[in-house]
């Protein structure tokens, strides 16, 4: 399955730790399943993260500069331009998050019997890796949607092109874009699932929308 990673960030010199920028970058390099494209969108000005890392000079990649007011507005921008393309699925990406080298491998498979992908997560919060023990039996996620925003997390969240014929766009209400669009896909009776295995590092600092739902 070729599949399409997004990528979108705004004032990421002074916004983002380099390192978190690199550690990311290079965790979608080492992925195990190599066939994606990247789409990346720098809403803020022309400088390109994933030029300067020399890591996908061998990768079909496409940058944008499209202006936008936030972070909804740009991956919904890069979800279209994707899937216009007739990509199977997207893989949203937080630049100062990384992923498990087996993550982009297990969503696939994961995949073929759900329509939106993700797994369990562990919190990095002053350094240290916190594991985030979340139930995930089909039923019990559902439910816990409903309730839970980080239920399934938002970084790394594997989109197939079925979610997304069926549900559309996020709505721009952040911080909680994501569990509105999981409860649309809950409307439309769309399969979810966790990967029962901890594959997203989801780093948390004060310059996030998220950071208050995790203090």
């Not at 039996?137 to 969240?157: F, R």
Request: include cysteine; charged fraction near 25%.
């Amino acid at each position: 399955m070729k599949i399409a990673v997004l990528i979108y960030y705004s004032d990421i010199t002074t916004k983002y730790n380099f390192n978190w920028v690199s550690q990311c970058l290079r965790s979608i390099k080492n992925q195990t399943h190599q066939d994606f494209v990247i789409f990346e969108n720098n809403y803020e000005s022309h400088f390109s993260m994933v030029k300067l890392s020399k890591l996908f000079e061998d990768k079909e990649y496409y940058f944008f500069d499209k202006k936008h007011k936030n972070y909804v507005q740009s991956l919904n921008f890069l979800m279209k331009k994707a899937f216009d393309k007739d990509f199977e699925a997207v893989i949203n990406i937080n630049i100062d998050d990384y992923y498990d080298n087996n993550y982009f491998k297990k969503c696939i498979e994961y995949s073929k019997n759900n329509d939106l992908v993700s797994s369990k997560y562990c919190l990095i919060k002053d350094n240290k890796i916190i594991k985030q023990d979340i139930n995930t039996k089909g039923e019990i996620i559902i439910g816990n949607i409903l309730q839970n925003i980080n239920c399934i997390i938002k970084s790394g969240v594997f989109i197939t092109k079925r979610y997304y014929d069926n549900v559309g766009h996020f709505e721009e209400l952040i911080p909680i874009e994501h569990k509105l669009y999981w409860k649309a896909g809950v409307r439309k009776h769309m399969r979810f699932n966790v990967i029962p295995e901890y594959l997203i590092f989801y780093r948390i600092h004060k310059n996030q929308s998220s950071s208050k739902i995790f203090s």
